[in-house]
Structures are given as C-alpha cells and as structure tokens.
C-alpha cells in the first residue's frame, strides 16, 4: 500500500504533464484513420501491439500482419481499434517517448513517429471523447530488465526481490500518472489495466510469488483510479505452481517452442482476449 500512496503524488502535476505530453506527439498523424463511432484505444508494450516471434524470424515487420488481444476483442465486439502498442516500451518511454520500436524505424498500427505513445493516444482521445474502451498494458519491461541484470548472480531469486523495490516504484509512479492523464483525457471512457503474466515460471521457481507482489499493488492503484483489471496472469499461467501452469505458459507463449519466447502464441492472446472481455463486464 506504501507505493500505491507514494506513487498518487506523482499525480499532482498531471495537468502540465498532459500538455507536455500531447505536445511530443507529432500533429496526431492518425486521428482521422479510425471512425468515430465505437472507438476502443489500446495502449501498451508488444502485448499490446501482438508481437509474435516467427514474424519477426521471417522479416514480416507489417503491423497488419500482428494480431493481439486487442484485435481479437475489438473485431469481437465491433469496436474500431486504435492500437498505439510499441514493442519493447517501458512505463517511461511510453510517457516520454524512445519506444525501441520505432526509434529502429519500424512501423507501429497507430504510426506516432517514434515520439510518445502516450501523448499520440492522448491526441487521438482528445479528438475522439466518445471513445468507450482504453486498455493500458504496460510493466513487463520494467520488470524484465531487472530480470535481466540478475540472471548472471548466484541468487537469481534474491537478486530480483533486491531489485524489485526500484522498479516498482518507477512503474506506480508512471502508472498513477498515465492513469490519471487518461482520466482527464477520456472521462467518459472504461478503462481496463492489464496485470502481469510470468513467461518465466518454468525457468524460475518461486518467480510467481515475487510477481504477485507487483499484481497485488497494481490491483490497488486500478481501485484507486476507478479502473479495472484483466487478469493477464490467469490467462497465461493458470494455477501457479502446479502441472496445469506448465501447461498454460508451453501452450499460451514461445516459452517451450525453438524461439524461447516470452511472447504469447495466438491461444495466448486469444486468452487474453477473454480476460479483456471478462474485465470489461465488471
């Protein structure tokens, strides 16, 4: 509860930051290509965008071609999509902009010039404020790098649980922020956060029970916010800790497949897509 409170300072400066923000994003270049009526805008890293390995093994980087749950659920329900989602995006850059992405040149669905991802959603809310659904996934990446400079120390595990406390405080605080942009820009919108799934559950014993730490406090700052969850992590790994979730995380992303991949496998978005709806409904 200690980061949730300390992240909601960040939020006194959402009005300036709003202006900054929208500002970086180069004169809404994609307002006009998704009709007005039934506007669902889809936020986040390459969850959100649908990243799929063998694609990128095949040089086939055309954005149509990549389907996340956010496709899925949007064709569905007849929604026209909007998807801002940028692979390789953290809770920072997609505030201020440097998505991995676009900064190598590669195309996103909703093209943003490789400035902020935000400020181009907040610019096409603005210009759509009938807009019904926003869907925010982001923090993967946050973790992942310090999954990352853990993996060569003695204690993997401990390591993480060190670095844990660094990370989530950068996250809430930009989660507090873009939450409550994302109130101000779309008041009349439902917004639905997705938790965190663990692709590594197989490879890291015990991960699971240091995850749930984020997914709890994620749960809060949503309550908080008036936003709701989708349960990401129970689409992909099921029951922690039993045959079932080995079944989940081989069959739902490329962990147990040559590619290595934390990625989800179209089951997996497709799972993830029902999370969405489920989220939506509440």
Same mark, same amino acid.
């Given at each position: 509860?200690?980061?949730?409170?300390?992240?909601?300072?960040?939020?006194?400066? *959402?009005?300036?930051?709003?202006?900054?923000?929208? *500002?970086?994003?180069?004169?809404?270049?994609?307002?006009?290509?998704?009709?007005?009526?039934?506007?669902?805008?889809?936020?986040?890293?390459?969850?959100? +965008?649908?990243?799929?390995?063998?694609?990128?093994?095949?040089?086939? %980087?055309?954005?149509?071609?990549?389907?996340?749950?956010?496709?899925?659920?949007?064709?569905?329900?007849?929604?026209?999509?909007?998807? %801002?989602?940028?692979?390789?995006?953290?809770?920072?850059?997609?505030?201020?902009?440097?998505?991995?992405?676009?900064?190598?040149?590669?195309?996103?669905?909703?093209? %943003?010039?490789?400035?902020?991802?935000?400020?181009?959603?907040?610019?096409?809310?603005?210009?759509?404020?009938?807009?019904?659904?926003?869907?925010?996934?982001?923090?993967?990446?946050?973790?992942?790098?310090?999954?990352?400079?853990?993996?060569?120390?003695?204690?993997?595990?401990?390591?993480?649980?060190?670095?844990?406390?660094?990370?989530?405080?950068?996250?809430?605080?930009?989660?507090?922020?873009?939450?409550?942009?994302?109130?101000?820009?779309?008041?009349?919108?439902?917004?639905?956060? +997705?938790?965190?799934?663990?692709?590594?559950?197989?490879?890291?014993?015990?991960?699971?029970?240091?995850?749930?730490?984020?997914?709890?406090?994620?749960?809060?700052?949503?309550?908080? +916010?008036?936003?709701?969850?989708?349960?990401? %992590?129970?689409? #992909?790994?099921?029951?922690?800790?039993?045959?079932?979730?080995?079944?989940?995380?081989?069959?739902?992303?490329?962990?147990?497949?040559?590619?290595?991949?934390?990625?989800?496998?179209?089951?997996?978005?497709?799972?993830?897509? #029902?999370?969405?709806?489920?989220?939506?409904?509440?």
């Amino acid at each position: 509860m200690g980061l949730v409170r300390k992240s909601l300072l960040a939020v006194a400066s *959402a009005t300036a930051l709003l202006s900054t923000v929208i *500002a970086s994003a180069p004169a809404a270049q994609a307002v006009t290509k998704v009709p007005t009526s039934d506007a669902y805008v889809s936020i986040g890293d390459s969850l959100a +965008f649908g990243y799929q390995p063998n694609l990128v093994a095949a040089g086939d %980087f055309n954005p149509a071609d990549y389907a996340s749950y956010a496709e899925i659920y949007a064709h569905e329900e007849h929604l026209n999509l909007a998807n %801002f989602g940028c692979p390789g995006e953290t809770s920072t850059t997609m505030i201020y902009g440097g998505c991995p992405w676009t900064t190598g040149g590669l195309p996103t669905h909703m093209p %943003f010039g490789g400035e902020s991802q935000l400020g181009a959603a907040f610019t096409f809310l603005s210009a759509h404020p009938e807009t019904k659904l926003v869907s925010i996934d982001i923090g993967s990446n946050d973790l992942l790098g310090v999954v990352d400079s853990c993996l060569t120390a003695t204690n993997v595990l401990g390591c993480i649980q060190s670095g844990l406390p660094g990370a989530m405080n950068t996250l809430f605080n930009n989660y507090s922020l873009t939450l409550g942009l994302t109130h101000l820009v779309a008041p009349q919108a439902k917004i639905v956060i +997705f938790n965190i799934y663990n692709p590594l559950a197989l490879q890291l014993p015990g991960s699971d029970a240091i995850l749930a730490q984020v997914d709890s406090q994620l749960l809060l700052l949503a309550h908080y +916010f008036g936003a709701t969850v989708a349960d990401a %992590f129970s689409a #992909i790994n099921g029951k922690p800790g039993t045959t079932r979730e080995a079944h989940y995380v081989c069959t739902r992303t490329w962990e147990c497949t040559p590619y290595k991949n934390i990625h989800p496998t179209t089951l997996g978005y497709k799972e993830m897509a #029902i999370a969405l709806e489920r989220a939506v409904r509440r």
